[in-house]
T-cell receptor
Framework: SQTIHQWPATLVQPVGSPLSLECTVEGTSNPNLYWYRQAAGRGLQLLFYSVGIGQISSEVPQNLSASRPQDRQFILSSKKLLLSDSGFYLC??????????FGPGTRLLVL | GDSVTQMEGPVTLSEEAFLTINCTYTATGYPSLFWYVQYPGEGLQLLLKATKADDKGSNKGFEATYRKETTSFHLEKGSVQVSDSAVYFCALIKAAGNKLTFGGGTRVLVKP
């Protein structure tokens, strides 16, 4: 069966520091991968999605970037964090345009 | 553009009460519709889905029917438990799309 992992689970970072969040999927090949952000008390916003290695689509202009160095690995990065980057970051996977399955999330607090 | 509208919460119920969470959508074509549930501190779990008009998705006692004529996908459960306390998200995805469009979420609190 397929599983999706995210780490770290929780992260507290100072403003201006770099960020790297990792997401990996097991048990499937060539998945579509997604990064979402959930701000406190709000809905989910799609940040990036990828349909293959090195292919990244950005949904909103922002302080963040994404990379897909391997088929089942998706990384969310920032060179300099802002206070507004705080939130709950969720990675998801799907096969083509089918159902998306979510990871456990990373809670990021920028101070 | 596409959009999903959910009733605002929080919804507070007593155990064994009937739960309905309204969800309506705006989209061209024939989207697939989903309900996800988020328990405190966790990621989203797929609760149920429907891929075409008149389909009924069901899981864990929850049901929702894809109503194209009213562009709705209301979630129902006949008898809620304390363990059903969570945030519920309605979402859609277009047939040839990659992007899930979410509603704002509805927080449900079930009291014993």
């Amino acid at each position: 069966s397929q599983t999706i992992h995210q780490w770290p689970a929780t992260l507290v970072q100072p403003v201006g520091s770099p960020l790297s969040l990792e997401c990996t999927v097991e048990g499937t090949s060539n998945p579509n991968l997604y990064w979402y952000r959930q701000a406190a008390g709000r809905g989910l916003q799609l940040l990036f999605y990828s349909v293959g290695i090195g292919q990244i689509s950005s949904e909103v202009p922002q302080n963040l970037s994404a990379s897909r160095p391997q088929d089942r690995q998706f990384i969310l990065s920032s060179k300099k964090l802002l206070l507004s980057d705080s939130g709950f970051y969720l990675c998801a996977w799907s096969l083509a345009q089918e159902t998306q399955y979510f990871g456990p999330g990373t809670r990021l607090l920028v101070l | 553009g596409d959009s999903v509208t959910q009733m605002e919460g929080p919804v507070t119920l007593s155990e064994e009460a009937f739960l309905t969470i309204n969800c309506t959508y705006t989209a061209t074509g024939y989207p697939s519709l989903f309900w996800y549930v988020q328990y405190p501190g966790e990621g989203l779990q797929l609760l149920l889905k429907a891929t075409k008009a008149d389909d009924k998705g069901s899981n864990k006692g929850f049901e929702a029917t894809y109503r194209k004529e009213t562009t709705s996908f209301h979630l129902e459960k006949g008898s809620v438990q304390v363990s059903d306390s969570a945030v519920y998200f309605c979402a859609l995805i277009k047939a040839a799309g990659n992007k899930l469009t979410f509603g704002g979420g509805t927080r449900v609190l079930v009291k014993p």
